[in-house]
């Protein structure tokens, strides 16, 4: 086993470490031990993480001396919802885990979401902590204590700031990942490398074929690099204020593509190249970024096999609607976030015509 040294997340009397390393799994009973203190834990899964990598996961607390109920709760975003949330709640009763108990999740972006949220309403509130098994989980949702479920009126409207007692990633685990979610999970990488880091973004492009054939070594730095970013944001702004609103970058018009396809057809991170793709192009145009910059984001993302054109069918009004109704915006106006160069960002406050007529003009030419 190799890990790399602990990343912390410093946020007072809640900071925690995130680990990561290659072949790290087998530590989770001593870490879980060690944050659960003897309490009961319940490892919160879904079927088809729970058939690769459970069995692992609970001979590892076995061997700790940890007695953990596994929890499934069913694979896929349109279960991120209240009633997966509900019938956690009595499972977790059925558990018995107590005020001093643990929740575990072990899973991808929805199950740390869940997971988490749970953890945060729980007896109002235990403890959790997080084993990422998704390149998108491991580099970002599962660093930074953002927990939310889904409603029919949007995504991610119910939730709690919640930290984690720790946050484990092995990147082994990663290869079971299928194809197109890894891919999706790049766009993710390529986001950090853009606004926060220079040096990581150029290692990509100069490792690309590396990083598309998921090298051991080369995947263990990036994963690494990448929380080690995020762990730096979100210790300087627990809850969004300027300092974290920059990991918006993309996502404006990436939400907005997803609530449009009814979060279909569609992964995350998919939509977030597009809406890079179009923050660059919006860049470019106010004249903040030079165009050989924001065209070496948009080459990248196509050599990661990712979409950068908005998807036929989808009208610029309709995108500069949803991008208003996108939660992230103050006094009538979204706040955007535009490149300025690799690892610096600006926001813009825009309204819904200006949107509007920025996506329309997008729409209408082809940017290289
Ligand atoms: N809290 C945050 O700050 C934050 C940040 C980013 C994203 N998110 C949330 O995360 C979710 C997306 O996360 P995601 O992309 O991990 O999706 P996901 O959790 O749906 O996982 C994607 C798919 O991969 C499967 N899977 C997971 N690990 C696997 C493995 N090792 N091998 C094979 N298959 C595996 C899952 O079962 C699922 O089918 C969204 O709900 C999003 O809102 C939250
Ligand atoms: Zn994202």
């Not at 899964?45 to 499934?72: C, F, H, K, Q």
């Not at 390149?135 to 700031?161: E, M, S, W, Y």
């Not at 080369?218 to 990448?226: G, K, N, P, Q």
Request: aromatic letters at 4%; proline letters at 3%; a negative charge.
């Amino acid at each position: 086993m190799n890990e790399l040294e602990p990343i912390r997340v410093e946020l007072g009397a809640r900071s925690y470490a995130v680990h990561v390393g290659r072949g790290n799994l087998g530590t989770v009973g001593a870490r879980t031990r060690a944050a659960a203190a003897g309490a009961p834990v319940a490892l919160v899964t879904n079927p088809t993480v729970d058939a690769l990598w459970g069995d692992r996961v609970r001979a590892s607390l076995a061997e700790a001396g940890v007695a953990a109920t596994t929890i499934e709760i069913p694979d896929g975003e349109r279960h991120k919802n209240v009633a997966t949330l509900a019938s956690l709640w009595g499972r977790l009763a059925e558990a018995r885990i107590e005020r001093g108990g643990l929740l575990l999740a072990l899973g991808g972006g929805v199950v740390g979401d869940v997971t988490g949220f749970a953890a945060a309403t729980w007896l109002r509130g235990v403890a959790f902590a997080q084993v990422p098994t998704t390149l998108v989980a491991q580099i970002d949702a599962a660093i930074g204590g953002k927990t939310a479920i889904d409603l029919p009126a949007g995504k991610n409207l119910v939730g709690a700031f919640h930290q984690p007692g720790f946050v484990l990633s092995d990147v082994e685990v990663l290869d079971s990942l299928p194809e197109r979610e890894y891919r999706a999970g790049l766009a993710e990488v390529v986001k950090t490398g853009a606004i926060l880091s220079a040096g990581l973004f150029e290692r990509l492009e100069t490792e690309s074929g590396r990083v598309l054939a998921r090298d051991p070594d080369l995947l263990l730095d990036v994963v690494h690099e990448c929380s080690r970013l995020k762990a730096t944001v979100v210790s300087a702004d627990e809850t969004e204020g300027d300092g974290r609103a920059i990991l918006n970058f993309g996502h404006t018009l990436g939400h907005a593509v997803e609530a449009l396809q009814g979060y279909e057809g569609i992964l995350h991170g998919e939509a977030v190249s597009i809406g890079m793709a179009f923050a660059t192009g919006m860049s470019e145009g106010r004249g903040f970024l030079r165009p050989s910059t924001g065209r070496r984001v948009r080459d990248l993302l196509r050599r990661f096999g990712l979409p950068t054109e908005v998807p036929a069918g989808l009208a610029a009004a309709a995108l500069a609607r949803a991008m208003e109704a996108d939660k992230k915006r103050a006094a009538g106006r979204v706040r955007f976030v535009c490149l300025e160069d690799l690892g610096r960002t600006r926001f813009e406050a825009l309204s819904t015509a200006d949107l509007e007529g920025l996506v329309s003009e997008h729409l209408g030419k082809n940017v290289g």
